[in-house]
């Protein structure tokens, strides 16, 4: 069901669960000061509530109502990617309720771009806990079509149109003057060098600090995804495979196979990734083949995400 502005904030300061256009993909929004709300939203996704969500708010300003500190380091990231596809992980106020948190004493921050959400976010004054609106473990959406296909045409969408970014948001921990990357996204490691500097020294796995619901399993169309290194393994393994669709990079496929091909620019290609995968899942094939990005950093985000999607379990 499609709502107006009005409608969506009346709706999110009632305790409902609205799902919210964002410039990466849509999040399930709620009022992240109402445990009730959160807990719909975990309700709603299926998803474990150990996995904590991402505080979206209004301006940099904000950040002093969830966070216990907010040091230089984290205002120079603050100042440099907000609004943007930028999310903050810092130490959290106690008051911060443990059902977004996941029982972390940190919080994360994220001040979105979308202005219709800019807009949500100012008028209604809420922090707004909004994890990608979809079923746990399934394709992130990037339209509000996604959205009710993933969770149902009951669930109230604030349409904003197709997500720009089109993969989440590159998430960083800071804790004084060191910064770890949590999560790759478009603000790539050497823009955040570029402003921060190195990041902490490589820690021991032991200290490693995790990214609560990172696991593998994320971002996966039903169908089974292989991901090739190149184009003639790809067309090789189509070759004895019947009923395979492929996603490609880049040139035409000559050999006549069913497929969608993204951009040869990392940017565009991570725009129409999820929206090619959703469309790929629909034809029901066999198996998805994926040809994967090149080595370069500025694909590694959308290679993290093509590798999630053709992730197995080992049995
Ligand atoms: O672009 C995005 O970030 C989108 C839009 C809606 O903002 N949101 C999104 O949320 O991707 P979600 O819930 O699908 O992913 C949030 C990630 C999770 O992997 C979680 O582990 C991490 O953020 N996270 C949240 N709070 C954290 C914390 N306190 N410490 C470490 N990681 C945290
Ligand atoms: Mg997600």
């Known amino acids: 069901m499609r709502?107006?502005?009005?409608?969506?904030?009346e709706l999110l300061k009632q305790g409902e669960v609205v799902a919210i256009p964002t410039e990466t993909v849509y999040g399930l929004a709620a009022d992240a000061r109402n445990a009730q709300a959160i807990a719909s939203i975990y309700a709603t996704k299926e998803r474990p509530?150990?996995?904590?969500l991402?505080?979206?708010?209004a301006d940099a300003e904000q950040v002093a109502d969830w966070a216990s500190e907010f040091s230089p380091l984290a205002q120079k990231l603050a100042q440099a990617f907000w609004p943007g596809p930028f999310t903050l992980v810092l130490p959290a106020l106690a008051n911060v309720s443990t059902a977004v948190r996941a029982g972390e004493p940190t919080v994360a921050l994220r001040v979105p771009a979308h202005p219709l959400t800019r807009q949500l976010l100012r008028e209604s004054g809420l922090g707004l806990a909004a994890p990608s609106a979809n079923k746990y473990t399934q394709l992130s959406?990037?339209?509000?079509?996604h959205v009710e296909s993933g969770l149902g045409s009951d669930i109230a969408v604030l349409d904003g149109g197709a997500c720009q970014v089109g993969i989440e948001s590159t998430i960083v921990s800071v804790s004084g003057d060191r910064w770890q990357l949590l999560r790759p996204g478009m603000?790539?490691?050497?823009?955040i060098t570029l402003v921060a500097g190195s990041p902490a020294s490589q820690a021991t796995p032991a200290e490693t600090p995790k990214a609560p619901g990172q696991h593998l399993l994320h971002y996966s169309p039903r169908t089974r995804c292989l991901l090739f290194d190149t184009r003639q393994a790809l067309y090789d393994y189509a070759a004895k495979a019947d009923g395979a669709v492929a996603l490609l990079l880049g040139d035409q496929d000559l050999t006549g196979m069913r497929n969608i091909t993204?951009?040869?620019?990392?940017?565009?290609?991570?725009?129409?990734?999820?929206?090619a995968l959703h469309t790929l899942d629909a034809w029901q094939a066999a198996v998805i083949l994926i040809e994967s990005t090149p080595e370069s950093a500025d694909w590694a985000a959308v290679k993290d995400r093509l590798q999630r999607a053709a992730y197995q379990p080992t049995a």
């Open 3 to 9: 709502i107006s502005l009005a409608k969506a904030i």
């Open 187 to 191: 603000i790539s490691a050497a823009d």
């Open 49 to 52: 509530a150990n996995n904590p």
């Open 54 to 57: 991402i505080v979206h708010i």
């Open 141 to 145: 959406p990037t339209t509000a079509a």
């Open 262 to 275: 993204l951009p040869a620019d990392p940017a565009l290609a991570a725009e129409q990734l999820y929206a």
